[in-house]
Nanobody, 115 residues
């Protein structure tokens, strides 16, 4: 069983930065590729960043160059550093394995980018 708990969201001005954190429970976190996902009101959930168990990363075109995903397998955590935030980044952000584990979705953390 794996469960994820997200934190670090909040209100930030356009152009600002925010760092999200995800803590995982479970004994086999280190073997999973991990992703950060986001869902804006009225829209489908989308994958924004992925990091493999070995540390290779990929990003959605919409966030490439602005977001950085990282992980610490010893601490069972995965972070998302978000820079140069835009209003269209406003969403609830979730972490999960990639592919996502159906029963592992957490509560998410809300990011609001507004002046």
């Amino acid at each position: 069983q794996v469960q994820f708990v997200e934190s670090g969201g909040g209100l930030v001005q356009p152009g600002g930065s925010l760092r999200l954190s995800c803590a995982a429970s479970g004994s086999i976190f280190r073997i999973y590729a991990m992703g950060w996902y986001r869902q804006a009101p009225g829209k489908q959930r989308e994958l924004v960043a992925v990091i493999t168990s070995g540390g290779m990363t990929n990003y959605a075109d919409s966030v490439k160059g602005r977001f950085t995903i990282s992980r610490d397998n010893a601490k069972n955590t995965v972070d998302l550093q978000m820079n140069s935030l835009k209003p269209e980044d406003t969403a609830s952000y979730y972490c999960n394995a990639r592919p996502a584990a159906l029963d592992a979705w957490g509560q998410g953390t809300l990011v609001t980018v507004s002046s």
